[in-house]
């Protein structure tokens, strides 16, 4: 009679505990391409992508990179864009604007916006910074508008008013409502 080494054992169990994992492995594989083959059924059907980074350039030169929580895209004559926390920088020949805002619409062909929920827009070359609840224009003419309140800081100037109008990028502004003026002479900048 022989008698079988403690190797021999080990080795033995050793083996059969790799094929129950490797035989366990494909039964529960079949299982997962099941639930994956579902899951991607049903994420045809929503439009919304989560985790956005688009870089874009226009004819011009200048240079776009939106960030955003959730990106979803409707379908319609406007093309509209919704996104969801988004932080935008645009690249104008060195000059950069960063926009932020809980959520944005951008329809017509990448024209027409609407930002709203805690709005602000920091050109840091300038010293400027606009704050507001929401905010309506259109990117090519450079016409914006808001009716809520707004702050704006431009270098060691403060202005409180309650609306906003600006025409051409800037080169006709209009504060609604009672504006209110503050310099700040003792420091250099308030933003």
């Not at 079988?4 to 790799?18: C, M, P």
């Not at 991607?40 to 011009?60: C, L, M, T, W």
């Not at 996104?83 to 944005?104: F, M, R, V, W």
Request: aromatic share 8%.
């Amino acid at each position: 009679m022989k008698i079988i080494s403690g190797k021999t054992v080990f080795s033995s169990l050793v083996f059969l505990l790799i094929m129950s994992f490797v035989v366990n492995n494909f039964l529960n594989d079949d299982d997962f391409f099941r639930d994956k083959d579902k899951y991607n059924r049903s994420s045809e059907n929503q439009d919304k992508i989560i985790g956005v980074e688009i870089r874009q350039q226009n004819k011009q030169g200048d240079k776009f990179l939106i960030i955003a929580d959730t990106l979803e895209e409707i379908e319609s004559k406007k093309k509209k864009v919704i996104l969801e926390n988004s932080i935008t920088t645009i690249d104008q020949k060195g000059i950069l604007t960063k926009i932020t805002a809980g959520n944005a619409i951008i329809t017509n062909d990448y024209n027409d916006f609407f930002f709203s929920n805690k709005v602000k827009i920091t050109k840091k070359t300038r010293k400027f910074t606009l704050t507001t609840q929401t905010l309506t224009g259109t990117f090519k003419k450079g016409n914006y508008h808001t009716n809520d309140n707004v702050d704006i800081v431009s270098g060691n100037t403060i202005i409180e008013g309650k609306g906003l109008q600006i025409k051409k990028n800037g080169e006709y502004i209009k504060i609604k409502g009672k504006a209110k003026l503050r310099m700040l002479l003792l420091q250099k900048n308030a933003y």
